[in-house]
């Protein structure tokens, strides 16, 4: 098989920090309040803006609290976990690596008595029609690791006494959020904005406030997740006071992001774009004939990071270690190429590949890699089968 001519004009596919936005330069971030306070009028306004700019652009409820909090999108699901959780029982639903990280913190950090884990193997999901709705319930929407998304929020009670906790950080921006059904959610910038990592976002439904203004949890809160004083909302951390120092650097690359969204066309044009990035994976996969989906179910395959796991039956018939080797293989080929950059499964992920869709990924870049794909892939199956 021929190698390829046409590369794609950005080599991006990772899952975080994810490929910047088309078009973006550091000419982007010209205007950042660096060397300023950030509580000066100039960078309290652009924080300020982050958060009125999300909020517009993923069309969140008027009554929802959405703030800046420290250590990205890890920060904000560990403020909600340690500062809200521990009232009453939780369910925690987990399908790969990061939602079993959240179980064992609730199980091994936060030592919760009453916790009831509902978890399944990379690709599959858990039957989330377990969750009571009385207890707590902290999942992840997409599972970056296994490819594997929540297809919708029709499985969360509206009447439910408990909080939906919800780690959205490679979802918000490309997958339509149920607002009114999620009382936490968290992300990232680097994600399918393509901002820089730094601070993390969090959003509160109402019920969510009233449960941080009316228990306290029963161990230590270090300053960084204190999101109320004296018993009340901090709001101050809601309108762009952040607890600690973000950088303005980021914060400003964050503003290009969100303003690259509403240039666009807003939410319906950035789930669009990592949809139309989805359809022309299955298409390509469709029709290659050695690699298909992680998520075994079509309606659970994420549209942002996307698992893949190789299904030719050679490969199939060699060791895990072989299997992995043959992976990486492919994903180090492409790097070397400058065709396509960090494209390996998650590490603890069965071997495979995993490509970024999300919104700032240029359709035309995939079909541009699909080829190059089906090269590597060659490549890998002929040198072995030939040294055999
Ligand atoms: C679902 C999920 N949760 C949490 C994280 C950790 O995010 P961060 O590095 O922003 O803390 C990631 C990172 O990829 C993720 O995909």
């Not at 660096?34 to 999300?54: D, F, N």
């Not at 929407?141 to 959205?168: F, H, M, Y």
């Amino acid at each position: 098989m021929q190698k390829p001519s046409v590369k794609p004009n950005s080599p991006y596919f990772s899952s975080g920090p994810c490929a910047k936005r088309p078009g973006w330069s550091l000419d982007a971030l010209k205007d950042a309040t660096v060397a300023r306070s950030h509580r000066a009028k100039g960078g309290k306004a652009k924080l300020a803006a982050v958060i009125e700019r999300s909020k517009a652009l993923l069309e969140m409820p008027s009554d929802y609290r959405l703030g800046i909090v420290p250590a990205s999108d890890t920060g904000a699901i560990e403020i909600a976990l340690w500062s809200l959780l521990g009232e009453r029982g939780v369910d925690v639903f987990a399908w790969e690596s990061f939602g079993s990280a959240w179980a064992a913190d609730c199980k091994k950090q936060l030592k919760l008595k009453d916790v009831r884990l509902f978890d399944a193997d990379y690709g599959k999901m858990p039957d989330l029609s377990q969750a009571d709705w009385n207890r707590d319930a902290v999942f992840t929407w997409n599972g970056t690791t296994s490819g594997v998304k929540v297809p919708n929020g029709d499985w969360i009670s509206a009447d439910r006494t408990g909080l939906a906790i919800c780690d959205a950080t490679s979802a918000v921006f490309a997958m339509p959020m149920p607002w009114d059904k999620l009382d936490v959610v968290t992300w990232s910038w680097q994600k399918v904005m393509g901002g820089e990592a730094a601070h993390g976002m969090i959003a509160l439904s109402p019920r969510a406030v009233k449960r941080l203004e009316s228990y306290t949890p029963a161990w230590p809160l270090p300053k960084i997740f204190q999101m109320t004083k004296g018993g009340k909302l901090a709001v101050g951390i809601f309108e762009g006071e952040t607890i600690n120092t973000p950088s303005m650097l980021c914060v400003e690359d964050a503003l290009d992001g969100l303003k690259w969204g509403e240039q666009i066309g807003g939410l319906k044009a950035l789930v669009g774009r990592s949809e139309a990035n989805l359809k022309a994976i299955e298409d390509w996969s469709a029709q290659a004939g050695w690699i298909g989906f992680l998520a075994e179910k079509t309606e659970t395959r994420s549209n942002t990071s996307v698992c893949l796991k190789i299904t030719d039956p050679w490969y199939a018939g060699l060791s895990a270690e072989e299997q992995e080797k043959g992976a990486k293989k492919i994903a180090s080929l492409l790097e070397t190429e400058g065709v396509a950059f960090d494209i390996g499964a998650y590490r603890d992920a069965p071997a495979g590949l995993r490509i970024w869709a999300g919104a700032t990924v240029e359709t035309s870049d995939l079909k541009a890699l699909f080829p190059w794909l089906d090269w590597a892939w060659n490549e890998v199956k002929t040198s072995a089968t030939k040294a055999a």
